[in-house]
């Protein structure tokens, strides 16, 4: 498995202990967390609003908080094509109970401009918004949050969930399974905790997850790869997949899944014209070994199999239809 794969893992392990630890802090946190901390100072949206980092964005409300920049070559894509499945699942609380924001680690180059073509690249929907500003302010914001990387390659796929009402924050992660981030998320609403919820038939079957014994590279493409792409239904945020081990060479793919960022950086033509078809989006670098990449494809070609011999048989069932 790939370094930064290995890395989220260990990272996981960790949080599975703090999540208990921030959720449910109360009064104390809410003295520790409040507006006495958190620094009011002056940040842009994407959409070039001028805004208040507490005043306008913390207080009173219940937020999400990620850290990223327009040109990372690996997890910062993959992170926000993730929290935009988690907003699906959240619906309309989004921009109504719950906010998003993610704070630009690189204020000199990620412009509002820049931020905005980002998000429309991502198809970020409302509620969301993407934070830049005077860099020294926005390093002080980053430190309150916990966010201390010395260099852009340092930053790491977490989130922060918060409730400035109540005092209560977490540090969670979008690598993790996205249902459970959800829940980690609707929980910071006492009233919803407070609720006695009966299990929806719907929630019971997410809850299974997937059976992924005799599927090589299944569990890696959902983590990696889903949040960005589909098999059969259709572009994403990336392209559609379907077919693409018999389109592209094996070594052509296998060398793009190791490090897009050094075919692109050689001008592959292939890597050139995805990058400019798909322009904001950039395939990362996930650290993923020839081994990781091997089992994507094999994952991929039996699923393009799986769907045109399905296609077939509903031919041959709508052709032959049973007396």
């Not at 498995?1 to 449910?24: D, E, H, N, Q, Y």
């Not at 609380?93 to 998000?119: C, H, M, Q």
């Amino acid at each position: 498995m790939g370094r930064i794969f290995k890395c989220s893992l260990a990272l996981l392990t960790a949080l599975a202990v703090l999540v208990p630890a921030f959720l449910g802090g109360g009064a104390a946190s809410a003295a520790r967390w409040g507006k006495n901390y958190f620094p009011n100072l002056p940040v842009i949206t994407h959409e070039g609003k001028k805004l208040r980092f507490y005043d306008d964005l913390i207080k009173g409300k219940m937020v999400v908080i990620n850290f990223i920049y327009t040109n990372c070559p690996d997890i910062c894509g993959l992170s926000t094509a993730r929290l935009i499945e988690v907003q699906k699942r959240l619906g309309d609380l989004v921009g109504r109970d719950i906010f998003i924001y993610s704070i630009t680690l690189d204020p000199k180059n990620d412009t509002p401009k820049a931020l905005k073509e980002y998000a429309e690249a991502f198809g970020v929907g409302p509620g969301w918004l993407f934070l830049t500003g005077n860099p020294k302010d926005l390093r002080l914001i980053r430190y309150k949050l916990g966010e201390r990387s010395r260099s852009l390659g340092e930053h790491r796929n977490g989130v922060m969930l918060g409730n400035d009402a109540t005092g209560e924050w977490a540090r969670d992660s979008t690598m993790s399974n996205l249902d459970i981030l959800a829940g980690h998320i609707r929980n910071l609403d006492p009233k919803w905790r407070a609720r006695k919820r009966k299990p929806t038939k719907k929630r019971l079957t997410t809850a299974r997850g997937h059976t992924l014994a005799n599927r090589p590279g299944e569990g890696l493409f959902l983590k990696a790869c889903a949040a960005c792409h589909t098999i059969g239904k259709g572009v994403r945020v990336g392209p559609d997949l379907k077919g693409v081990t018999a389109r592209r060479d094996r070594d052509w793919l296998i060398r793009f899944l190791v490090a897009p960022n050094v075919m692109l950086a050689k001008k592959d033509p292939i890597a050139m014209e995805l990058d400019a078809q798909f322009q904001g989006v950039r395939m990362p670098n996930l650290g993923l070994s020839k081994t990781d990449a091997a089992d994507l494809i094999a994952y991929m070609k039996t699923q393009t199999k799986r769907i045109s011999s399905h296609a077939k048989a509903s031919g041959r069932n709508k052709a032959n239809p049973q007396p």
